[in-house]
């Protein structure tokens, strides 16, 4: 009786303020609140200890399809057909070939909703639309299709580290894969996660694991206690209530097309049109943070998300987490804010493109991460401008930053340089991301006289390519950041002492959840 009445509540708080915006942003916040209500119950009463992993998958599935039509309406159909004619598609076809019908069909039928909601219904307009959702599910089969290829159809050896700790080795039952898909934890806003993570969460095996030793048999690295998440969620509670105050507060008084404003364009200095195409791309930001560790708070509520345990025995709770807030604000490097941004989506296109690329994967892992984000001509102004600058970035890093690794002086003032010129760099890079149309964008990129895309030519014409070592350069985008690197799954004890899927954790711009539209 809950659900309909917050509803109902809702259809009249927009009937009296005539603001669908308003009505779509709290209607979103409700059904996460609850879900995050859902997951305390979820992990207290049908924890693996208590209860079936068959009653955790069902309960996971019910509740997140509820939430969905809640959330959606009839809308939420369209998981429903995605998900399920994408399943047909893997046991219908054979192992060695279902990965590509997957991908072709669930890209194509996110594509063509998002296709029928901007050019159809309603342009810009429409900011919590049902696409979102789809986009992580999108996410899911095709990861899904992806690691079944490998675990039944590739030979072991031509696997990499990482699909081999990825590869499914059996079809999953429907209500596994539907439970994967659409469970309540990440309906909404995701994070992406792994098939066999999510498995091993409901089973509850995250806190048992076994590996074989030197001498081949079986050796229990850790067995500790379920570890409370309690923490973990309070803080990022914490992060999700500053995050929403600085975008209400914040946010409006700083918009983004201000940068195109033509008084603004006429009387400003150069100086200042920089540092408000700086701040107001900063106060864009904390829409995304409060999305992004919100549902990373609700899967750590359910019990979901469980690292292991750092070297001084504190358990981390960042195996789903979508972005590193810290990182990205401080970055001194186009990867590092890359690398630290929307991180599950990123090895998303790790997995099922930039890896598998026959030719360009840089080229063609921006390019899927356009179509995936939908069809605004302004995503793949992003997505282009971010292949230059950040082959750009990487050719300047390479010749340059070994000469200003030492004195401390001398590197304190290459980084004080470099953060001021990749924060100006990315902020000019999504412009068009956030204004969406074509001509809004080319005008900005016009007031700016298209200078970063000329330096980024100018540096990749003039300035040498490091060779580096067979294999290195088929990964330089997607290299794990600097505070990732002992996170691999080598399984010591004190780090991670179950295979995971996120130990590695860069990206592209952009984002899996969309929210509030980038006008508003």
């Given at each position: 009786m809950l659900l309909p009445l917050l509803r109902a509540s809702l259809k009249d708080m927009e009937s009296v303020t005539h603001k669908p915006y308003l009505f779509i942003v709290v209607n979103f916040v409700v059904c996460q609140l609850l879900a995050l209500l859902a997951a305390v119950w979820f992990r207290a009463y049908l924890h693996s200890s208590k209860t079936s992993s068959f009653i955790r998958h069902v309960v996971a599935t019910l509740l997140?399809?509820?939430?969905?039509?809640?959330?959606?309406?009839?809308?939420?159909?369209?998981f429903l057909v995605q998900s399920g004619i994408s399943y047909c598609i893997m046991i219908t076809t054979g192992v060695e070939s279902t990965h590509r019908y997957c991908f072709v069909f669930a890209l194509g039928y996110l594509t063509a909703c998002q296709i029928t909601r901007v050019y159809i219904f309603d342009y810009g307009q429409y900011s919590a639309d049902f696409s979102g959702p789809m986009m992580i599910?999108?996410?899911?089969?095709?990861?899904?299709?992806?690691?079944?290829?490998?675990?039944?159809?590739?030979?072991?050896?031509?696997?990499?580290?990482?699909?081999?700790?990825?590869?499914?080795?059996?079809?999953?039952?429907?209500?596994?894969?539907?439970?994967?898909?659409?469970?309540f934890m990440g309906i909404l806003a995701g994070p992406l996660c792994s098939y066999k993570d999510y498995i091993t969460f409901i089973e509850g095996r995250a806190y048992h694991r076994a590996q074989s030793g030197p001498n081949q048999k079986e050796a229990v690295l850790w067995e500790r206690a379920d570890p409370s998440p309690k923490a973990a969620v309070m803080h990022k509670l914490l992060v999700c209530v500053l995050s929403l105050l600085v975008h209400l507060t914040i946010c409006s008084a700083l918009p983004v097309d201000y940068n195109i404003d033509e008084k603004f364009l006429a009387t400003a200095s150069w100086p200042t049109r920089v540092a408000y195409l700086y701040v107001?791309?900063?106060?864009?930001?904390?829409?995304?943070?409060?999305?992004?560790?919100?549902?990373?708070?609700?899967?750590?509520?359910?019990?979901?998300?469980?690292?292991?345990?750092?070297?001084?025995?504190?358990?981390?709770?960042?195996l789903v987490s979508n972005l590193r807030i810290p990182q990205i604000e401080m970055s001194t490097s186009f990867k590092m804010f890359l690398d630290n941004w929307n991180i599950q989506t990123a090895l998303w296109l790790k997995r099922v493109c930039y890896e598998r690329a026959s030719f360009s994967p840089t080229v063609q892992t921006f390019f899927l991460s356009a179509v995936w984000h939908g069809v605004y001509p302004g995503y793949y102004l992003t997505f282009l401008t971010g292949?230059?600058?950040?082959?750009?970035?990487?050719?300047?890093?390479?010749?340059?930053?070994?000469?200003?690794?030492?004195p401390t002086q001398l590197k304190l003032c290459y980084d004080i340089i470099t953060w001021t010129v990749t924060q100006v760099a990315v902020s000019y890079t999504v412009v068009p991301f956030v204004l969406l149309s074509v001509k809004p964008s080319f005008t900005f990129y016009s007031s700016w006289y298209y200078c970063l895309h000329i330096c980024g030519i100018l540096v990749l014409l003039l300035l040498p390519v490091k060779k580096t070592r067979k294999g290195e350069t088929a990964h330089a985008v997607f290299q794990p950041s600097p505070c990732k690197k002992s996170e691999d799954r080598d399984g010591s004890p004190g780090r991670n002492s179950f295979p995971t899927t996120n130990s590695i954790a860069s990206q592209v711009p952009g984002g899996g959840c969309r929210l509030w539209s980038p006008q508003q």
């Open positions: 997140g399809l509820y939430l969905a039509f809640f959330c959606f309406g009839w809308y939420a159909l369209h599910i999108t996410q899911k089969i095709t990861s899904l299709a992806y690691e079944i290829h490998d675990g039944m159809f590739r030979k072991e050896e031509d696997l990499t580290p990482s699909q081999r700790g990825l590869a499914v080795r059996r079809m999953p039952s429907l209500l596994e894969y539907v439970s994967y898909t659409c469970n107001s791309l900063l106060a864009a930001r904390p829409k995304y943070y409060f999305a992004w560790t919100l549902a990373d708070a609700i899967n750590n509520a359910a019990g979901f998300g469980f690292r292991g345990y750092d070297g001084n025995g504190e358990a981390r709770w960042d292949v230059l600058m950040t082959l750009a970035a990487r050719a300047m890093r390479n010749n340059f930053r070994s000469y200003f690794t030492e």
